[in-house]
């Protein structure tokens, strides 16, 4: 699983949303946020057993609680 934890607190003025990923390229990470959703997107890093699946992509969609105010969002890496 590339996302293995995510953690979601919201304050009376924010929402932080901690995501930890796991092997993964963090260059292909995409996050994009709606009034209701995050959707947290990407690849898996190229390494891999021989002999089993692997898919290349991953995706996480994660309610909000409430809508936030879509003209003040910061990310952080």
């Given at each position: ?10 304050t009376k003025t ?61 990310t952080s890496w």
């Amino acid at each position: 699983m590339p996302i293995w934890e995510i953690k979601l607190h919201d304050t009376k003025t924010e929402v932080i949303l901690k995501a930890y990923l796991s092997e993964v390229q963090l260059n292909t990470i995409d996050v994009k946020i709606s009034q209701e959703t995050i959707l947290i997107e990407g690849e898996w890093d190229e390494s891999s057993v021989e002999g089993y699946f692997h898919p290349c992509r991953f995706q996480s969609l994660i309610p909000l609680p409430y809508s936030p105010d879509c003209g003040y969002i910061c990310t952080s890496w």
